[in-house]
């Protein structure tokens, strides 16, 4: 049993910042990728940001130079942090990971409950 569990989340003004963090626990062999998604009402799920093992990043376009991803791999946990957050960055944030667990070889990916982030005045 693997669960991904994200902290963080809340209400910010325009401008401001927020750091989320996700810790991944239970019978993990191994994580590969680790990354953050968002989903806004009404709209599909999509890639903010991810991160492999040895630390090389991947941005979405719409958040370069805002957010930044990172991760301990010693405590299984990824981070994000934005900075400079606009309105349109108001969406349900969602930790995702690739893992091998002790029962399977077989990578899968788990994925987290989501964290609000409602960024308004």
């Known amino acids: 049993q693997v669960q991904l569990v994200e902290s963080g989340g809340g209400l910010v003004q325009p401008g401001g910042s927020l750091r989320l963090s996700c810790a991944a626990s239970?019978?993990?062999?191994?994580?590969?990728?680790m990354g953050w998604y968002r989903q806004a009402p009404g709209k599909e799920r999509e890639l903010v940001a991810s991160?492999?093992?040895?630390?090389?990043?991947n941005y979405a376009d719409f958040v370069k130079g805002r957010f930044t991803i990172s991760r301990d791999n010693a405590k299984y946990t990824v981070y994000l942090q934005m900075n400079s957050l606009k309105p349109e960055d108001t969406a349900v944030y969602y930790c995702?990971?690739?893992?091998?667990?002790?029962?399977?070889?077989?990578?899968?990916?788990?994925w987290g409950q989501g964290t609000q982030v409602t960024v308004s005045s």
């Open positions: 995702q990971g690739r893992m091998q667990t002790m029962q399977t070889i077989v990578f899968n990916d788990y």
């Open positions: 239970g019978s993990i062999f191994s994580i590969t990728d």
């Open positions: 991160i492999t093992s040895r630390g090389r990043t």
